[in-house]
Every structure is written in structure tokens, then in C-alpha cells.
């Protein structure tokens, strides 16, 4: 785990966000199985506006650096925390991320609130209305890049939409089958490209609840 570089907020927003970060690996590790790499530098990118994953690096813009707050509350951690779960949902279990975005960017958003969950419950309320609700996301889940229309509604409908279709899977099923069904994508996609019908495939290897009604509520192709 390595600092993130040239910070504009200084050394002390630097060693801030390594730490927050180191603790999104360890919640995540404990979720989804281990880190699947060795190291994780984040680069500060003082021309680039928001995040960006790749495998064992990420970049953030300098914005978020300057406006850290110096707590959990801000886009930096939240922002963090989400490429780092890239690690996991677009690292070690790949997808098509044009066709069929949802499956890192939905998983990587919700990964955000399981790592407040875990680290900071009691700003799981402000995380859901300052990184979903706050936007009142409409849309389908199961958009395409070429189908979402501008970058705003691919948000809206991929990210957010998304991150309130798992926690609606979640609350139907039960913790112990969704988190039980986390572990076991990752651990079955490790290493190959997951589509949609692997998603479901897997989520019903762990429960046989019905939730037909959620899926029809999110997504536009039947699953």
C-alpha cells in the first residue's frame, strides 16, 4: 500500500486517505476473499475530474484531495474506497464494461457501503443520501454505455440504480445469502470475464427466494 502522490491537500491528506483505503482492503478481503494483488498506489491526477481503476493502481482527482474534509464524510474517501473495490469487480473478476457496466460499477459502488458499514455505521444514512439518494437515480441497471444517454443518466441508472437494486436483493434474501453469494462470485469468476447470467446463476446457487420482482423493477432484459 503506497501513498497517494503529490497530493494538493499535503502530507497529512495523503497518509489519510492510505489509511482509509488500507481499511476498505481489509473489509473487502474479509468480504470477498483476499487482495488479489500485492501492492495499491493511488495517483493524485491534477488534470483528470473524477476516478479511475486499474489492476493494484487507481487515480483521483486533485479536487477531491483539496476538498477533504479530513473525515469519512467527503468525496475522497468515498471515492477511494470505490476504486479500490475496482481491485475486486473489474480485477480479479473481469466483465464487459460496455455492454454490461453494472457488474463493477454497481458492485464497486455498493462495496462503498459495506465499507462505512463496517467502519463507520453510523454514517451509513449520510453515505446513502450524499453518494445515491441525493440524485433521485432513475434508469434501467442494465443500460449499456451506448444506451444510458449522457454521463449523468449512465450514473444515475448504472452506479445508483444499482447500488439500490443489490441492497433491495439484500434486505429479500438476508445478509447471510447475499454476503455468502459476494464471496462465492468472486471466488468462482476469479480470473475470467462474468456476464449478467453468471451474476444470477451464482446468486441463486445461495437462495431460493424469489425476487423476480426486484429484477423487473431494475432491469430491462428478464433474468
Avoid at 455505521?121 to 443520501?129: A, S
Wanted: with cysteine; proline share 4%.
Amino acid at each position: 500500500k503506497t501513498p497517494a502522490k503529490n497530493a494538493g491537500g499535503g502530507p497529512s491528506k495523503n497518509i489519510f486517505l492510505t489509511l482509509e483505503v488500507a481499511k476498505a482492503l481489509v473489509t473487502y478481503s474479509w468480504y470477498f476473499g483476499p487482495y488479489p494483488y500485492t501492492t495499491l498506489s493511488i495517483v493524485e491526477a491534477a488534470a483528470y475530474g473524477d476516478g479511475m481503476e486499474a489492476d493494484a493502481l487507481f487515480f483521483l482527482g486533485r479536487k477531491f484531495f483539496q476538498a477533504s474534509t479530513g473525515t469519512a464524510q467527503c468525496d475522497l474517501v468515498a471515492l477511494g474506497v470505490h476504486e479500490a473495490a475496482h481491485n475486486w469487480w473489474f480485477g480479479q473478476v473481469g466483465s464487459d464494461q460496455a455492454l454490461e457496466p453494472w457488474l463493477d460499477e454497481a458492485l464497486s459502488l455498493y462495496s462503498e457501503q459495506l465499507f462505512y458499514e463496517a467502519n463507520y455505521p453510523g454514517l451509513v444514512n449520510w453515505w446513502w443520501n450524499f453518494r445515491v439518494n441525493h440524485y433521485a437515480p432513475t434508469g434501467w441497471v442494465d443500460n449499456t454505455i451506448y444506451s444510458a444517454g449522457p454521463f449523468r443518466s449512465y450514473v444515475n441508472s448504472v452506479y445508483l440504480r444499482g447500488a439500490d437494486f443489490l441492497d433491495a436483493l439484500r434486505l429479500r434474501i438476508g445478509d447471510d445469502a447475499f454476503l455468502a453469494f459476494l464471496r462465492d462470485y468472486a471466488t468462482q469468476m476469479s480470473a475470467g470475464i462474468a456476464t449478467g447470467d453468471d451474476f444470477f446463476r451464482i446468486l441463486r446457487q445461495h437462495t431460493t427466494v424469489d425476487f423476480s420482482d426486484i429484477v423487473s423493477s431494475f432491469f430491462q432484459v428478464p433474468r
